[in-house]
């Protein structure tokens, strides 16, 4: 079959970034339009999360693209998760029991400039900024976009078209609004909303608190963390109910409410946020979803992917993470058939949709881990045997939260199966006091293989 040359990427994030080096490496003609201006000529953040979680399976893209050192240089390892009670007493809770195994701090906007800026090195790679797609013609392959600048609209054609424009796809919304092919959708938002906030460095360019952990202030309904940044600085962000409880975002509409309910739950953060106000009252309240869609394509013609495909909920640190392993999904079934564009696309929601459905179901889940059950005593428990299983048997167990995010070689979906299911064996095996902190680790593991074994199999007689 005759390989289709133009690729028409639309959206210049993270995803269509390292899509559009890849696809030039591979030696295709690839121009991407981003409605946005230049991130790298002005500020773009407003508000929206300036960092992120960096992992494995992130890291495994940057190895396929020769930019792992480059990024490294970026970021700021996490080892763990420092807890914060409403006392000011804190809690480090590593995320694994193996020592190499960490995630990072990154800046969304320094990767993002520098995926953008490798592209452009590649001769047969064009960006255009400020150009807005308004919608694509799937069955003829083209899209329609008005330039910002002129005020101009005007058509592109391209041999194939692959949307990263994130949630609020243009391309997924031209399949719905179509009505060419039976299309399935839901969006699912929180009752949560978010905003981002800032703890600022020292006048010295010191961090005010500990630098390499994720900083999580657990209060039940509601909470806050921290990531920390190059500069010394903390991105902070607020998770909090709209309508509910006795502080909501609805609610919290004066510098005066604000400083009464950080002070009340997150007396130790306020101390060294200052700026509390300023940025409480500048920044937007976000809100948080998941989006599921099925098909992610149209033939041969149009393709969805990351975020545009698959937008999850920011709990599990996964969500640029699983765009950029989208990448190398979609990479190793494009070297299996060749520009057999059809082929290529059927193949790779086949096998990557069950995945990013489960980082979905799994953000989710922790979602309710993180404001609430690190915070109980029988979750600090299993924290603590599974770390303990993790450096004694580093090779014979891995928890949940590493099969996710330091086992890339695994898909979500094995990941969440077998991670929910020791979950439940540890948990039962406590609440039944068949095991405890104090035995001996040998007798745990066996015990948690065999709960774990048992458990696995009711969930493959139940279908589940």
Not at 97 to 106: A, K, M, Q
Not at 154 to 175: M, P
Not at 314 to 319: K, R
Request: proline residues 3%; hydrophobic residues 35%.
């Amino acid at each position: 079959m005759k390989q289709k040359e133009n690729i028409l990427i639309i959206g210049a994030g993270l995803c269509g970034s390292l899509l559009a080096l890849r696809l030039a490496q591979r030696g295709y003609n690839v121009t991407i339009y981003e409605m946005r201006p230049d991130l790298r000529k002005t500020d773009i953040s407003s508000g929206r999360s300036i960092n992120l979680a960096f992992s494995d399976r992130g890291n495994k893209a940057m190895k396929l693209v020769g930019l792992e050192d480059k990024v490294k240089s970026l970021c700021i390892p996490m080892h763990g998760r420092m807890i914060h009670d409403k006392q000011g007493n804190t809690l480090i809770s590593n995320y694994s029991g193996r020592d190499y195994e960490f995630i990072n701090s990154v800046s969304r906007g320094e990767l993002n400039a520098l995926l953008l800026s490798e592209a452009e090195k590649h001769e047969n790679v064009t960006i255009y900024f400020n150009k807005k797609c308004k919608s694509v013609n799937f069955e003829k392959t083209t899209a329609l976009f008005k330039d910002y600048e002129s005020k101009t609209e005007f058509v592109e054609d391209a041999d194939c078209i692959i949307a990263t424009d994130g949630a609020g796809s243009v391309l997924r919304k031209s399949y719905y609004l179509g009505k060419k092919f039976l299309f399935s959708f839901s969006q699912n938002y929180l009752t949560h909303g978010y905003k981002e906030l800032s703890i600022l460095p020292t006048q010295t360019g010191d961090y005010k608190t500990y630098k390499n952990a994720l900083h999580i202030w657990p209060r039940g309904d509601f909470m806050l963390i921290a990531l920390p940044n190059l500069d010394g600085s903390f991105t902070v962000t607020l998770f909090l109910s709209y309508t509910q409880g006795k502080f909501n975002f609805n609610n919290l509409t004066t510098p005066e409410i604000v400083t009464e309910f950080f002070n009340q739950e997150f007396p130790d953060a306020l101390k060294i946020m200052p700026n509390l106000v300023d940025d409480f009252f500048k920044n937007p309240t976000g809100t948080l979803g998941t989006i599921k869609c099925s098909p992610w394509h149209f033939k041969g013609n149009t393709l969805l992917m990351g975020d545009a495909a698959h937008a999850i909920v920011p709990f599990y640190g996964q969500g640029m993470n699983a765009s950029f392993e989208d990448v190398v999904e979609f990479d190793a079934i494009l070297e299996k058939h060749k520009g057999n564009w059809e082929t290529v696309f059927v193949e790779y929601e086949k096998t990557r949709k069950k995945d990013t459905d489960a980082i979905a179901d799994l953000a989710i889940d922790n979602f309710h881990e993180m404001r609430d059950h690190v915070g109980q005593a029988i979750f600090q428990e299993k924290r603590k045997i599974e770390i303990t299983l993790e450096k004694e048997f580093p090779k014979e167990y891995a928890s949940k939260y590493s099969l996710v995010t330091f086992n890339e070689n695994i898909g979500y979906e094995e990941a969440m199966l077998k991670g929910r299911a020791q979950d439940k064996a540890i948990l039962n095996l406590l609440s039944n006091k068949l095991i405890s902190t104090n035995d001996n680790t040998s007798t745990i593991l066996d015990k948690v293989k065999k709960e774990t074994e048992v458990i696995l199999n009711e969930n493959r007689i139940a279908g589940l």
